[in-house]
């Protein structure tokens, strides 16, 4: 159940769509609680308030200085950024607002704070350390407040806030915010993507809840999770899931780079997979990732182009050795044991790759993802069979 507020909550979540206002909320929020406007500010001006994002980065460019930013949207003189202090001073009141990133849950240690507006909080990457740690922080005032804006992912904490009586929340759809995007956004996206899972969360806000009959949950996802993790990989792939054409409507090339850590263990170290792409571009993208994560060879997948697949590569670079796989039984078995591995805690994420993981946790009996081909999910598949399970029956692979 949605639940909406007439006044100002003090804990307030909303939830929405891509484009759908929730940086220009956030930004006004935060303006209003600076200058003590009601609704938002019952208790007068607010002084010390903390801006997170996922990272600085973030803050400055989408929080801070954006279209929708606390500076743009400003009346009058708009406060001063102070980028080696990484804070937002309005002389007038002599109010400040510091960015701390997710990135370190530990910079919140210390600091307190009256109210806090969270960004894209099922981003982030340390979640539920950076988002324990500001609760310590929001200490002071007669009121402390704090403004959670974010398009919904199902991970733990999100599911967690999302059930709490104590967050009020508000959905927003892209479709509310129609008139301030550019002439057919909503048309091209809504074509593309309506009806769709990741339609409904990414344009209708939504929270996807995880497919019964999928191989990966997101329990398993997260678990997977360790950016943070030991031990130096001892051998690293480049697996390729090429495309059947070069088409627009033609799927994505899959690219995945992982490596196995010697003790029975696998590490995803990148996504880098590419869309739409000519096969000397996508050849290219599989030969760079080669060099810069000093891999030791590429697994390409031939089914869709035969011995073209290696020949396209080797025009690239001659010297990178290639390794053909041909799948002969379908995507659900190939992946069965795979999804297995991260069943046992075999496999970890050193980032999050949500694409990938959305891809994974909507991979379905029927060989589809969100109805689409799950090229992602492909790549990663034959990239930790090449390193944790190669023997196996299937998939068969041949040395090129």
């Given at each position: 159940m949605w639940r909406h507020y007439d006044g100002a909550p003090d804990n307030w979540m909303v939830v929405g769509g891509r484009g759908a206002g929730k940086t220009r909320l956030g930004s006004e929020w935060v303006n209003a609680l600076v200058r003590g406007f009601p609704p938002f500010s019952l208790t007068g001006r607010y002084h010390q308030i903390a801006l997170?994002?996922?990272?600085?980065?973030?803050?400055?460019?989408?929080?801070?200085?954006?279209?929708?930013?606390?500076?743009?949207?400003?009346?009058?003189?708009?406060?001063?950024?102070e980028a080696s202090r990484r804070r937002l001073v309005w002389d007038a009141s002599g109010a400040v607002a510091y960015a701390f990133s997710a990135e370190d849950p530990e910079s919140l240690r210390g600091p307190q704070f009256e109210a806090a507006w969270c960004d894209e909080l099922a981003k982030w990457k340390h979640m539920e350390a950076t988002f324990d740690m500001l609760q310590f922080g929001l200490r002071l005032g007669e009121r402390p407040l704090q403004l959670i804006t974010t398009t919904p992912?199902?991970?733990?904490?999100?599911?967690?806030?999302?059930?709490?009586?104590?967050?009020?929340?508000?959905?927003?759809?892209?479709?509310?915010?129609?008139?301030?995007?550019?002439?057919?956004?909503?048309?091209?996206?809504?074509?593309?993507?309506?009806?769709?899972?990741?339609?409904?969360?990414?344009?209708?806000?939504?929270?996807?809840?995880?497919?019964?009959?999928?191989?990966?949950?997101?329990?398993?996802?997260?678990?997977?999770?360790?950016?943070?993790?030991?031990?130096?990989?001892?051998?690293?792939?480049?697996?390729?899931?090429?495309?059947?054409?070069?088409?627009?409507?033609?799927?994505?090339?899959?690219?995945?780079?992982?490596?196995?850590?010697?003790?029975?263990?696998?590490?995803?170290?990148?996504?880098?997979?590419?869309?739409?792409?000519?096969?000397?571009?996508?050849?290219?993208?599989?030969?760079?990732?080669?060099?810069?994560?000093?891999?030791?060879?590429?697994?390409?997948?031939?089914?869709?182009?035969?011995?073209?697949?290696?020949?396209?590569?080797?025009?690239?670079?001659?010297?990178?050795?290639?390794?053909?796989?041909?799948?002969?039984?379908?995507?659900?078995?190939?992946?069965?044991?795979?999804?297995?591995?991260?069943?046992?805690?075999?496999?970890?994420?050193?980032?999050?790759?949500?694409?990938?993981?959305?891809?994974m946790c909507d991979f379905g009996p029927d060989g589809l993802s969100d109805g689409r081909s799950p090229d992602r999910m492909d790549a990663l598949v034959w990239a930790l069979t090449e390193l944790l399970l190669r023997g196996t029956a299937e998939p068969r692979v041949r040395g090129v």
């Open positions: 997170v994002g996922e990272t600085f980065s973030d803050v400055r460019e989408v929080m801070i200085e954006g279209p929708s930013g606390i500076r743009t949207i400003a009346r009058g003189e708009p406060p001063r950024f992912r199902p991970a733990p904490l999100v599911r967690r806030l999302m059930a709490d009586p104590r967050f009020w929340q508000t959905r927003m759809t892209t479709r509310d915010n129609a008139e301030n995007l550019a002439a057919g956004f909503i048309a091209a996206v809504e074509a593309r993507y309506a009806g769709t899972r990741l339609g409904r969360q990414e344009l209708e806000g939504e929270l996807i809840a995880d497919r019964e009959d999928a191989l990966w949950s997101r329990r398993m996802v997260e678990a997977a999770f360790a950016p943070e993790f030991s031990g130096e990989p001892q051998r690293v792939v480049v697996a390729v899931d090429p495309p059947a054409g070069s088409r627009r409507t033609s799927d994505a090339c899959g690219i995945v780079v992982a490596g196995s850590l010697g003790d029975g263990r696998a590490v995803v170290l990148f996504d880098g997979t590419v869309r739409q792409a000519k096969p000397a571009e996508w050849a290219g993208q599989a030969v760079r990732l080669f060099h810069e994560f000093e891999a030791d060879t590429i697994v390409a997948e031939v089914n869709q182009g035969g011995e073209m697949v290696a020949a396209v590569i080797r025009s690239v670079d001659a010297s990178v050795p290639v390794k053909s796989v041909r799948a002969s039984r379908g995507k659900w078995l190939r992946a069965e044991p795979v999804a297995a591995l991260y069943e046992q805690g075999r496999v970890r994420h050193a980032a999050r790759f949500a694409t990938l993981e959305d891809e």
